[in-house]
């Protein structure tokens, strides 16, 4: 004759009660940034709640500046705001750099806000061995409305064409780029619902004596005579990623 407790509710029948199997799902019910694509093991995150000393900054062009946003936000109370200058290399960015990591398939994931047309923006992943860089580069253009990755040679190649991106305010579009980064290759990319494979395709090796480290950088491009804006927020790392 059974000895053990009664089964008082693990497996719950009640109409709005379930039993929460996914840790993920327990993590983003209490209050998780990472909700997208929960795949990969997060070894870092931010939501510039602690605003932007954890981030290495750089502006050129009149009125270009790297800032808080308390205006729009995906979540929390702040968001970054990037406003490229309006000459120069019009361009305002985040870079994130973080120790030499175990390597394995890696994931760099952020959000992002358009609430007016921009030139592009450069999404960038760096791993740095002390002797080389390689390079995974991912660039939307507002102008062509496409995606473009960086090849093995270091040219600029179609993803997919008719990206056209809605400027809705409060409406934050997610990416996230997927590297190999054992085998030095692409893995995938996800914009927003859609998936588009990279596999085999080799990121861009230059010679680069860098102590070993991997970095991130997020790099709007504006339009000539403009200071075009974009607001980041949601910015996730993580390893063993499947690819």
């Known amino acids: 004759m059974p000895r053990d407790l009664p089964d008082w509710g693990a497996q719950s029948s009640q109409a709005t009660v379930h039993e929460v199997t996914d840790l993920g799902e327990l993590a983003v019910r209490l209050g998780s ?18 605003g932007l000393k954890k981030w290495e900054t750089a502006t050129s062009g009149t009125g270009a500046a790297v800032d808080l946003s308390l205006v729009v936000v995906r979540n929390g109370l702040f968001a970054a705001r990037l406003v490229a200058g309006s000459g120069d290399s019009r361009f305002a960015r985040l870079d994130k750099t973080i120790p030499f ?4 398939p890696m994931g760099a994931e952020f ?3 358009l609430n007016q047309n921009i030139d592009r923006f450069e999404f960038v992943f760096d791993l740095y061995d002390g002797v080389n860089v390689t390079q995974y580069l991912i660039t939307w253009s507002d102008v062509n409305n496409n995606l473009l990755y960086q090849d093995s040679a270091g040219d600029n190649q179609v993803l997919a064409s008719t990206i056209d991106l ?15 980064m054992e085998s030095s290759e692409y893995g995938r990319l996800i914009l ?5 494979s990279l596999s085999d395709i080799a990121g861009f090796v230059s010679a ?3 102590s070993p ?3 991130i950088r997020i790099n709007l ?7 075009d804006i974009i607001r980041v927020d949601d910015v996730i790392l993580t390893q063993n990623e499947n690819v």
């Open 101 to 104: 990591p175990v390597l394995s």
């Open 208 to 210: 680069d004596v860098t």
């Open 33 to 50: 940034i990472v909700t997208h694509d929960r795949r990969g093991d997060v070894i870092w995150f931010d939501g510039f709640e602690d």
């Open 221 to 227: 491009i504006g339009r000539a005579d403009s200071n």
């Open 111 to 113: 959000s992002f806000m």
């Open 192 to 196: 927003d619902q859609t998936s588009y």
């Open 213 to 215: 480290a991997v970095r």
């Open 166 to 180: 809605s400027q809705v305010v409060s409406l934050f579009h997610t990416i996230k780029l997927v590297v190999d």
